[in-house]
C-alpha cells in the first residue's frame, strides 16, 4: 500500500471512530394490535418517551396479519377511519423520520382482522 493511500485510510478509519464515539443510540421494539378503537391507536407512549432515555425519533414498522389505514397529520382535524386514511397492505413498510410524526400517527383496522405493527425505535443523543 503506498503512503498516501496509508495516510487516507488511516484519516478514515479515524474519522470513523471519532464519529461513532460522539453520539450513543438507543433502541426499542414493540409490536402494536391496530384493532377497532374510535379514532385510531397509536404509538405506546412509554415507548417512544422512554423515562430516562432520550426522545424516539425515528421510526421503521413492518404491517404482518391484516390491512390498516392510518394518519399521522394533526389528529384533531381528521379522524381515522376503515374507509378514511391511507392504506397500508401487510407487508409494507412505514417509516417516521420525526418525533412529531410518532406523536400524530393514529392507525385503524379496515377489516375484521386487526393488523399488528412490528415496529424499531431510534433515539440519538
Known amino acids: 500500500m503506498s503512503g498516501l493511500r496509508r495516510l487516507v485510510v488511516g484519516v478514515l478509519v479515524a474519522c470513523a471512530l471519532s464519529t461513532g464515539s460522539a453520539y450513543a443510540a438507543f433502541y426499542a421494539f ?41 394518519l399521522w397529520v394533526d389528529p384533531a382535524q381528521t379522524a381515522v377511519t376503515a374507509t378514511v386514511g391511507t392504506l397500508l397492505e401487510v407487508g409494507e413498510f412505514l417509516t417516521f423520520v420525526s418525533r412529531e410524526e410518532m406523536t400524530n400517527f393514529r392507525a385503524i383496522r379496515t377489516g375484521a382482522v386487526s393488523g399488528q405493527l412490528d415496529c424499531t425505535y431510534k433515539a440519538v443523543q
Open 30 to 70: 414493540e409490536s402494536i394490535t391496530i384493532d377497532a378503537t374510535t379514532g385510531g391507536k397509536g404509538f405506546t407512549a412509554s415507548k417512544i418517551t422512554p423515562n430516562g432515555q432520550p426522545l424516539m425519533t425515528f421510526a421503521q414498522c413492518r404491517l404482518e396479519l391484516a390491512e390498516i389505514r392510518y
